[in-house]
């Protein structure tokens, strides 16, 4: 029966690592984020393999780039598809995404400024613009209604 196990991989290899295991039929998951404009992996070193074992354990451990795979003297430690699954949905686009301040607002939420002049403000999420990084709010400041754009990483869902 196939189970996801992690493997630890030789520094940098984690590409080739992931290529190899793909060439060869494998099931590997290397999660990855934005890093000030390039990807990286969100666990340098280690990745996700769904493996038989002990029938793929001897091919999984010699692939070249594979350090070890994590576990103990009894063998591979298997991990939880629920594990796997929950990292998965954290992507967007196929990256980790950061949620800095809880669950991301969406239209029609109310919404607070939690970051730059705006901190505290508190307004109505009125629309996402361009590449989602910038969205439209509407504000509600005294007796002040205007339309405000602001970065999306800036606001939190109001509570």
């Known amino acids: 029966m196939k189970r996801w196990y992690v493997i630890n991989t030789k520094p ?15 099931t590997i998951y290397c999660p990855k984020y934005l890093r000030e404009k390039s ?4 666990f340098p070193g280690y990745a996700f393999l769904l493996f038989a074992f002990p029938e793929d354990y001897r091919l999984v451990k010699y692939t070249r ?3 070890r795979v994590v576990g103990n003297e009894a063998g591979p430690t ?5 594990v796997v699954e929950g990292i998965k949905a954290r ?4 990256l980790i995404v950061f949620e800095r ?6 239209v029609g939420d109310e919404i607070e400024v939690v ?3 705006l901190k505290g403000l508190k307004g109505v999420f009125r629309k996402e613009v361009g590449d989602s990084e910038r969205v439209m709010i509407l504000l509600n400041y005294v007796s002040y209604q205007g339309m405000l754009l602001i970065e999306k990483t800036k606001l939190k869902k109001a509570s």
Request: charge should be negative; proline fraction near 12%; hydrophobic fraction near 20%.
């Open 12 to 26: 940098k290899k984690e590409g080739q690592v992931q290529r190899l295991f793909e060439e060869g039929g494998f």
């Open 39 to 42: 990807v990286a992996p969100f």
């Open 65 to 67: 780039g594979v350090k």
């Open 78 to 82: 298997p991990i939880p598809e629920e």
């Open 91 to 94: 992507e967007r686009d196929g």
């Open 101 to 106: 301040y809880g669950r991301e607002p969406s």
């Open 115 to 117: 970051e730059g002049p």
